[in-house]
Nanobody
Framework: VQLQASGGGLVQAGGSLRLSCTGS????????LAWFHQTPGKEREFVAA????????SYADSVKGRFTISRDNAKNTLYLQMNSLKPEDTALYYC???????????????WGQGTLVTVSS
């Protein structure tokens, strides 16, 4: 699955980053999309999801009120606006297509490449 995440980098605690994920129209159209993150030695964890229309979103409790997921279907692009970043947000962030459900929370998922986010204290 050709999904490419970008926008990661090094930021101080309290700062912001916006991640982007681009894919082909065939991949993005009519599919819910999601963001996950993973740290060394841990399993990939759900961060946020959005349905294909962009009208319904879901968030992990740890990011509610700080992160916002959105999508621009005309550009085949998924976004994750991350505000008030914390050191514990440091991880490799992956975008994914939910090939099994309409909400983006059920899977199974098709994975794109990740982008590294590092939050310094």
């Amino acid at each position: 699955v050709q999904l490419q995440a970008s926008g990661g980098g090094l930021v101080q605690a309290g700062g912001s980053l916006r991640l982007s994920c681009t894919g082909s129209k065939r991949i993005c159209s009519n599919n819910a999309l999601a963001w996950f993150h993973q740290t060394p030695g841990k399993e990939r964890e759900f961060v946020a999801a959005v349905n294909w229309r962009g009208t319904t979103t879901s968030y992990a409790d740890s990011v509610k009120g700080r992160f916002t997921i959105s999508r621009d279907n005309a550009k085949n692009t998924l976004y994750l606006q991350m505000n008030s970043l914390k050191p514990e947000d440091t991880a490799l962030y992956y975008c994914a297509r939910d090939s099994g459900g309409s909400s983006g929370t059920t899977g199974p998922y098709d994975w794109g490449q990740g982008t590294l986010v590092t939050v310094s204290s």
